[in-house]
């Protein structure tokens, strides 16, 4: 059997914890930023962590990180 392909976008956007749980960044960060509030810009800063439904579809689409 060959080994399984690391889905590159995925491993691009999701980092996992020491838990088995991903983190991710928040998104509306990347452009048109002037009409957002300093208050909204700032809150989108910090990461969230991937719904626990969707664990299962990171698990698959990265095996080995």
Do not use: W
Not at 26 to 43: F, G, M, N, V
Request: net charge positive; hydrophobic share 30%; aromatic share 4%.
């Amino acid at each position: 059997m060959p080994k399984m392909k690391t889905n590159r976008g995925a491993a691009k956007r999701f980092k996992r914890t020491a838990s088995g749980g991903f983190k991710r960044a928040q998104s509306h960060r990347r452009h048109i930023l002037t009409k957002k509030s300093t208050k909204r810009k700032r809150h989108l800063r910090s990461g969230e962590m991937i719904h626990e439904a969707d664990v299962k579809m990171c698990n698959r689409m990265m095996p080995y990180v």
